[in-house]
């Protein structure tokens, strides 16, 4: 299984596979690898043209997808593991559709042959604390629907529409008739498919503090007007407070984890909200977050006179290719908020907090609902699951700069 490795017992890699010894058989193979190194596996043992690979963390309970779908060339050299704890990589049979060990909920779950077990008490909610937010039956979120751009058909008769899918009065609470937000099982676990043909956001009916998120995002492939010719987009909307539609008629007043074509992780306050980010604005150029040489700067509502701006952009675009799944994380403590995509901190946001009334009074932003955005392009979310926590881990605490003055 194994393609060499090296004598020192600290970075040695254990492996295993299925079927009989000798033959090439298999239909999986593991590989457990504690710490930090490269690593070549011989694919040839499974016999199978297709395979699919990811990362498992026995911790966590988190997957990481490595390739999905791809042709087995006889060996998958890896040069990179997830950061933190212990890994193991799973290499399978993509016909086999096997379910990964983090994909069910609710029960006890075991994946490839019963060789590592995730234990999930009800509710779905794990031994670590990890709750799973989507069903089916979309059981802990409502759906807000704004007002459908005016190319939109087969909507009941008399439904207003807006020539910017915005300024027109929203369709409102529950009112889903073209089923924008939906739910279907692929192998055996929940996805959730966003068309994007009408504006809207999928709320949760809780709010969260202290916690950290997780989820995978996927684009699909239509677009919408009026952003047609724009980037697909959607949204992971946090600190969600007030009524429904503050912004555009649509989204709730919030902190937006931005989910664009080459932008993810890009954070947009919206309706009122604003924070502080370490930030470069490099000529000609946007705002960047940039924990090195970046000074700290307000970002979101009543900043303009401060020098401000609108968003502060993540520090490098981490995003896989179309089609293929994304996890993006979300860790809150208190006021400060970190976006991680595939594996890297793209932006840390401190000092949220919300604007109100005339005078502009501030106050903090801790906490609040979840939104994910119907935004003109299809989308695909999956895993979505979140745990309360008291301190960021040290993989996070290592990268976050000194605390600013509000």
């Known amino acids: 299984v194994l393609a060499g490795q090296g004598t020192d017992v600290a970075t040695r890699v254990q492996a295993t596979r299925d ?22 596996l011989d694919t040839q043992v499974i016999a199978a043209p297709v395979l699919d690979a990811y990362w498992f963390s026995p ?6 997808t490595i390739h999905e779908t791809f042709a087995n060339a006889g ?4 040069e990179q593991r997830p950061r933190g704890g212990d890994w193991v990589v799973v290499i399978e049979d993509a016909t086999k559709k096997y379910p990964r060990p983090s994909n069910l909920s609710g029960e006890t779950a075991s994946t490839v042959a019963g060789a590592f077990r995730l234990e999930t008490s009800p ?9 799973s937010l989507l069903d089916e039956k979309l059981s802990a979120w409502e759906i807000w629907m704004g007002s459908p751009h005016q190319s939109v058909t087969g909507l009941p008769e008399g439904t207003p529409k807006s020539a910017n899918g915005r300024s027109g009065p929203p369709m409102g609470l529950g009112n889903d008739p073209k089923q924008v937000f939906s739910v279907s099982l692929e192998s055996g676990e929940p996805v959730l498919h966003v068309t994007g043909e009408i504006w809207g956001g999928l ?3 809780e709010n969260y503090s202290n916690y950290h998120l997780r989820l995978d995002v996927k684009w699909g492939e239509k677009k919408w007007e009026p952003r047609l010719s724009l980037p697909r987009n959607s949204g992971l909307l946090y600190h969600c407070t007030g009524p429904h539609g503050a912004f555009w008629n649509t989204w709730k007043r919030c902190l937006e984890f931005e989910v664009q074509e080459n932008d993810m992780g890009d954070l947009y306050p919206l309706g009122g909200a604003r924070a502080d980010v370490v930030l470069i604005k490099p000529p000609s150029k946007v705002w960047i977050y940039d924990p090195i040489s970046g000074k700290p700067t307000r970002v979101g509502a009543g900043v303009k006179e401060q020098g401000g701006n609108r968003a502060a952009h993540r520090r490098g675009d981490f995003e896989r290719p179309n089609g293929e799944w994304n996890t993006l994380e979300l860790y809150v403590i208190g006021r400060t908020a970190v976006h991680v995509v595939n594996g890297q901190i793209v932006n840390v946001i401190r000092n949220c907090a919300v604007i109100e009334g005339a005078p502009g009074v501030e106050s903090p932003l801790e906490g609040g609902q979840l939104q994910l955005q119907s935004e003109s392009a299809e989308v695909f979310y999956r895993r979505i ?3 309360s926590i008291t301190e960021f881990p040290a993989e996070i605490k290592h990268v976050l700069e000194p605390a600013m003055s509000p």
Not at 123 to 131: D, F, L, S
């Open 75 to 78: 060996s998958l050299a890896l």
């Open 123 to 131: 509710g779905g909610a794990t031994v670590e604390g990890w709750k």
């Open 203 to 205: 709320t949760t009916r």
């Open 385 to 387: 699951q979140i745990r």
């Open 19 to 40: 079927g009989t010894a000798g033959r090439n058989d298999a239909t999986f193979l593991m590989a457990y690898i504690s710490a930090p190194r490269s690593v070549t």
């Open 59 to 64: 911790e966590t309970g988190l997957t990481e």
